[in-house]
């Protein structure tokens, strides 16, 4: 059977998971549902430009595992108003607000950290800005994950050996962490647990920020990191980089992209250039970009999820992660909506339970 009619047959829920995999030549694996459901390459697997072919490791693992999401930083043109969206509409906590940054924690499982950035720094993104989309005056900058086992000297010693420069930073009380770039030239720091990641455990957060509120409060919780949606110039090379590095786990390579989990503390789609592609050279991205975030709410429901966002006057765009799935029966429902930065902030009903559910029953019709 062809692989586009295993897959128009898969979206229409009238094949299993197990046919889908076996069409791929995969491994019956829990692979992410929205690793089916999004890339370029999804109807093109196996092209030239399309190869899922791996790639030599670019260097040997190290071991390590990720046990947390430190923080994420974003650099925006207006923090206090990017972060009091978060708050009302997220539900996140106020750690701190010193007047420059704002410090967010996402639940118990993650912290965000919002910059006051001069708006020189997004001029690109206004120039591209219309009537119509708002220019992206917000960016992710770089990335902190807490591993084990940890031992500086160690850890230290072992980044050199893969070619990288640890550049260290340590903070009050125990946190110890170095910065490497990636193969993007993206900052990633590696922590040893002790600093955001340890706080959020023993100190809920309770401060206050500077700006109001810009609606009504919605009572969502946070529950999952659903994936940051990275774009880098070789999805391949970034990939490996990052399993190897921090002991991540693939799952599936579409052709353009990998959705790698992230241990327990949620997953990331690498996207990118293929380098086994014709045109791989030819203007290819030039670093990487954080292009949207998608974060597992509860409680989920559909129709009152939108409501909510257009009574706070927000757009709700449906993704399904399949094209025409009616978001109501589809197996992965989400919204995106824009902040008031312009970043994509994307919404779904994924939780832990569910990163790697897979329909393998008919799903019922509309009219049912």
Request: proline residues 7%; aromatic residues 10%.
């Amino acid at each position: 059977m062809a692989l586009h009619s295993v897959l128009d047959d898969y979206y229409r829920c009238t094949v299993s998971r197990r046919i889908v995999l076996k069409a791929l030549g995969l491994a019956t694996v829990g692979a992410p549902l929205s690793a089916f459901g999004q890339g370029r390459c999804l109807r093109a697997t196996g092209t030239p430009g399309c190869s899922a072919a791996p790639v030599p490791p670019v260097f040997a693992p190290t071991g390590w595992k990720t046990v947390a999401i430190d923080h994420l930083t974003f650099d925006v043109a207006d923090y206090r108003k990017e972060a009091a969206f978060y708050v009302a509409l997220m539900g996140w906590k106020v750690r701190s607000d010193d007047g420059g940054q704002a410090v967010l924690d996402i639940a118990d499982w993650g912290s965000v950290i919002f910059r006051q950035a001069p708006l020189k720094e997004f001029e690109v993104a206004a120039a591209r800005g219309s009537r119509e989309r708002a220019p992206v005056l917000a960016a992710v900058k770089s990335f902190c994950f807490a591993i084990e086992p940890w031992s500086t000297k160690g850890v230290e010693a072992e980044l050199r050996r893969r070619g990288l420069t640890p550049l260290p930073e340590n903070g009050r009380q125990s946190f110890e962490s170095f910065h490497v770039k990636d193969p993007d030239g993206f900052d990633l720091q590696i922590s040893n647990g002790q600093g955001l990641a340890r706080d959020r455990q023993a100190h809920p957060a309770q401060a206050k920020l500077s700006e109001a509120l810009p609606f009504e409060p919605t009572g969502w919780k946070p529950v999952w990191l659903d994936h940051i949606s990275f774009q880098v110039a070789n999805y391949k090379a970034s990939a490996s980089f990052y399993c190897n590095l921090l002991g991540w786990t693939p799952t599936y390579d579409e052709g353009s992209q990998n959705q790698c989990e992230i241990a327990d503390a949620g997953d990331i789609i690498i996207r990118g250039g293929n380098p086994f592609s014709p045109d791989f050279a030819k203007g290819g991205r030039n670093g990487a970009l954080v292009d949207h975030m998608s974060f597992g709410i509860q409680p989920w429901d559909t129709d009152a999820v939108r409501t909510a966002l257009e009574k706070r006057g927000l757009r709700a765009r449906v993704d399904t992660a399949a094209s025409g799935d009616d978001i109501h029966f589809a197996p992965f429902k989400s919204y995106h909506t824009t902040t008031p930065n312009g970043y994509d902030l994307q919404i779904s009903d994924v939780t832990r339970k569910t990163r790697e559910v897979l329909p393998n029953a008919v799903r019922p019709k509309a009219s049912d």
